[in-house]
């Protein structure tokens, strides 16, 4: 069974950085994409970026050109560089691991990010 354990979340100021961390314990198909969703009271689970196995990324427009994905194949985990944060990017982040052959589909539990002044 895969588990996905997230860290790096915290408080930050407006303009700020944060890193976050999401490590994947247990077998990944080859052929995978993981990613990370955010959510806030109210709203929809919503995605913020993804990368195939083979390295393609996607990004949500609101995010582009501030946050990057990349993910260590080997160790199983996945990355979330996020620059210049936004009081909107206030959220819940989740990491998503989905095999799109199986169907299987994973989260872990989220990690809060606070941007505020």
């Known amino acids: 069974q895969v588990q996905l354990v997230e860290s790096g979340g915290g408080l930050v100021q407006p303009g700020g950085s944060l890193r976050l961390s999401c490590a994947a314990s247990?077998?990944?198909?080859?052929?995978?994409?993981m990613g990370w969703y955010r959510q806030t009271p109210g709203k929809q689970r919503e995605l913020v970026a993804v990368?195939?196995?083979?390295?393609?990324?996607d990004y949500a427009d609101f995010v582009k050109g501030r946050f990057t994905i990349s993910r260590d194949n080997a160790k199983n985990t996945v990355y979330l560089q996020m620059d210049g944060l936004k009081l909107d990017d206030t959220a819940v982040y989740y990491c998503?691991?989905?095999?799109?052959?199986?169907?299987?589909?994973?989260w872990g539990q989220g990690t809060q990010v606070t941007v505020s002044s």
């Open positions: 247990g077998k990944i198909a080859s052929i995978s994409v």
């Open positions: 998503n691991v989905f095999e799109p052959f199986s169907g299987r589909n994973y």
């Open positions: 990368e195939s196995s083979s390295g393609n990324a």
